[in-house]
T-cell receptor, first 112, second 116 residues
């Protein structure tokens, strides 16, 4: 079955880079997403990557995908206090499947 | 602002009661998804509607039901509520069909349900 794993906590100093890791088990996953949830708020789509890519960069965000190891990472450069939030990795299986399977989320704490 | 709206924002009710949560998708989106976020289960997919028809079902209890109306808004009905149904319920929408951008789900702010 589908399973998405993330570490629960990450603490970094302001200005450092943050790397949030995620592993998934469904080899048919074709789309992988990162969402951000701030306290008391909904889920904000940060970025996504498709399985035919191994890297995607979007301003301070870099997503790396290792399909062989089923490993996804989100790197946030120059982490700011406003980046403190819970980050969710999510996968969507292939054609015909549209629901997302989420990890439990990684709580990122940025120390000023 | 994702463009997905949900009402109400908060809901407090008692066990055994029935509630209805409402979602309006982004303009142009045909698919609506419902997710439940709880502390113990995390974020779980409940059900998906596409252009008025049920498309996929996840971990949705028999006490829960949903529908999507001709104007594409959706309602999630939760009945015979139990304490364990207390959670944040999210609605998401997507265009659903063709092209990479269209596959993205955009989430609403959620409805926080507290069952006492």
């Amino acid at each position: 079955g589908e399973d998405v794993e993330q570490s629960l906590f990450l603490s970094v100093r302001e200005g450092d880079s943050s790397v949030i890791n995620c592993t998934y088990t469904d080899s048919s996953s074709t789309y992988l997403y990162w969402y951000k949830q701030e306290p008391g708020a909904g889920l904000q789509l940060l970025t996504y990557i498709f399985s035919n890519m191994d890297m995607k960069q979007d301003q301070r965000l870099t997503v790396l995908l290792n399909k062989k190891d089923k490993h996804l990472s989100l790197r946030i450069a120059d982490t700011q206090t406003g980046d403190s939030a819970i980050y969710f990795c999510a996968e969507r299986a292939g054609a015909g499947s549209y629901q997302l399977t989420f990890g439990k989320g990684t709580k990122l704490s940025v120390i000023p | 602002d994702s463009g997905v709206t949900q009402t109400p924002k908060h809901l407090i009710t008692a066990t055994g009661q029935r509630v209805t949560l409402r979602c309006s998708p982004r303009s142009g989106d045909l698919s609506v998804y419902w997710y439940q976020q709880s502390l113990d289960q995390g974020l779980q997919f409940l059900i998906q509607y596409y252009n008025g028809e049920e498309r996929a079902k996840g971990n949705i209890l028999e006490r829960f039901s949903a529908q999507q109306f001709p104007d594409l808004h959706s309602e999630l009905n939760l009945s015979s509520l139990e304490l364990g149904d207390s959670a944040l319920y999210f609605c998401a929408s997507s265009v659903e069909g063709g092209g990479d951008r269209r596959e993205t789900q955009y989430f609403g702010p959620g409805t926080r349900l507290l069952v006492l």
